[in-house]
Antibody
Framework: QVQLQESGPGLEKPSQTLSLSCTVS??????????WSWIRQPAGKGLEWIGR???????NYNPSLKSRVTISVDTSKNQFSLKLSSVTAADTAVYYC????????????????WGQGTMVTVSS | QSALTQPASVSGSPGQSITISCTGT?????????VSWYQQHPGKAPKLMIY???KRPSGVSNRFSGSKSGNTASLTISGLQAEDEADYHC??????????FGGGTKLTVL
């Protein structure tokens, strides 16, 4: 059973770069067929897709965040990571990592496995 | 890329049916059959309930069903139960390898 676990600092200062990692257990991140994604949720609000990476290293980002986001993968550690630069209080949220199926798997084109989420607060 | 529109809240009594709408545009919901729905209990991660507009993952109750008409997708829960009380989020493919979520709907079981 594949499981995801986010890790990283819970507090970040304004203008700094937020860095989070997601460790995949119970399966290989390199197995193919999946996009490894980041999603966030400010308190009391809806979900916001941040971006995703395929095992090939190909990335896609939310246009509204694209200039500040970098998602990378480390297959040797079975992890993928998020970097969000120039953070402000508006970036305070619970950050989730999740697995998104491609058209070759079932369920496809949906987030079928989620991490438990990690709260990140941006404050001086 | 704007968030999909969902009602802030819906409610129903046990045993009743409710429907949650998710309205987008021809560039997202209306343009692709890749709408998914997620259930989220307080303090928990979202759980996949419906994908590809109307398909149910293994293990999800058949009380949950999805549909789409034009630019609006819908999630229907029949035989409402107390455990269904949660937030529900829709998500759609939005072209150019991007995804967009709705604002979420709080379901209250009266």
């Amino acid at each position: 059973q594949v499981q995801l676990q986010e890790s990283g600092p819970g507090l970040e200062k304004p203008s700094q770069t937020l860095s989070l990692s997601c460790t995949v257990s119970g399966g290989s991140i390199s197995s193919g067929g999946y996009y490894w994604s980041w999603i966030r949720q400010p308190a009391g609000k809806g979900l916001e897709w941040i971006g995703r990476i395929y095992t090939s290293g190909s990335t896609n980002y939310n246009p509204s965040l694209k200039s500040r986001v970098t998602i990378s993968v480390d297959t040797s550690k079975n992890q993928f990571s998020l970097k969000l630069s120039s953070v402000t209080a508006a970036d305070t949220a619970v950050y989730y990592c999740a697995r998104y199926g491609s058209h070759t798997v079932d369920p496809d084109r949906a987030f079928d496995i989620w991490g438990q989420g990690t709260m990140v607060t941006v404050s001086s | 890329q704007s968030a999909l529109t969902q009602p802030a809240s819906v409610s129903g009594s046990p045993g009743q049916s409710i429907t949650i709408s998710c309205t987008g545009t021809s560039s997202d919901v209306g343009g692709y059959n890749y709408v998914s729905w997620y259930q989220q209990h307080p303090g928990k991660a979202p759980k996949l309930m419906i994908y590809d507009v109307s398909k149910r993952p293994s293990g999800v109750s058949n009380r949950f069903s999805g549909s789409k008409s034009g630019n609006t997708a819908s999630l229907t829960i029949s035989g409402l139960q107390a455990e269904d009380e949660a937030d529900y989020h829709c998500c759609s493919y939005a072209g150019s390898s991007t995804l967009v979520f709705g604002g979420g709907t709080k379901l209250t079981v009266l």
